[in-house]
């Protein structure tokens, strides 16, 4: 069974600063990885869908990139906010349903 | 605009009684998704549905139902039989489930209380 794990479980930054996200899954036979963005009491918004023959997606400061063989991901934050404060939550799906990780709970404080 | 609207935003109900989460997706997707959430816990799929007048059993399906006779609603039952329903419930849809080639889209959550 897929299982998916984040690390860290919370960080807390700097204004500025740029940051890596990790989302690891066991099994490497995916379709497409999601990362998404929670914040708190609030369904999950789309940040990037990396699909399984793609390494990477890009969208404003945020890039994520896929490595199928190492079963690794990372999402790269680039010169954080306070808006970024959120938990950012990673997504595998292999058989047609997603298997999600319990998320990096974000603080960026000013 | 089009997207995905559950309510109520919040529900109290008493041990014992049921009760049915709303949700509605104006996208013309195909499938749809409930999920529930505990605090620190990744999301948890209870039911999916591929298409109208069919629905899978997710990983935590007992004590809920489900049903689907119009592409843009799946609501979601929370039955007695549920042990510990007090928990978010999110409900998502994507264009298909396809292999997994399609993003998933979440509405805004229902925080239910049961005591």
């Known amino acids: 069974k897929q299982e998916v794990t984040q690390i860290p479980a919370a960080l807390s930054v700097p204004e500025g600063e740029n940051l890596v996200l990790n989302c690891s899954f066991t099994?490497?036979?995916?379709?497409?990885l999601q990362w998404f963005r929670q914040d708190p009491g609030k369904g999950l918004t789309s940040l990037l869908l990396?699909?399984?023959?793609?390494r990477e997606q890009t969208s404003g400061r945020l890039n994520a990139s896929l490595d199928k063989s190492s079963g690794r991901s990372t999402l790269y934050i680039a010169a954080s906010q306070p808006g970024d404060s959120a938990t950012y939550l990673c997504?595998?799906?292999?058989?047609?349903?997603?298997?999600f990780g319990r998320g990096t709970s974000l603080i960026v404080h000013p | 605009d089009g997207g995905i609207t559950q309510s109520p935003k919040y529900l109290f109900r008493k041990e014992g009684q049921n009760v049915t989460l709303s949700c509605e997706q104006n996208?013309?997707?195909?499938?749809m998704y409930w999920y529930r959430q505990d605090p620190g816990q990744g999301l948890r799929l209870i039911y999916y549905?591929?298409?109208?007048?069919?629905?899978q059993k997710g990983d935590i399906a007992e004590g809920y139902s489900v049903s689907r006779e119009k592409k843009e609603s799946f609501p979601l039952t929370v039955t007695s039989a549920q042990k510990n329903p007090t928990a978010f419930y999110l409900c998502?849809?994507?264009?298909?489930?396809?292999?997994?080639?399609?993003?998933?889209?979440f509405g805004p959550g229902t925080r239910l209380t049961v005591t």
């Open positions: 998502a849809s994507s264009m298909g489930l396809a292999g997994g080639r399609y993003e998933q889209y």
């Open positions: 099994d490497s036979a995916i379709y497409n």
């Open positions: 990396i699909q399984s023959s793609q």
């Open positions: 997504a595998v799906t292999g058989s047609y349903i997603p298997t």
């Open positions: 996208l013309n997707h195909d499938a």
């Open positions: 549905s591929q298409i109208v007048n069919d629905f």
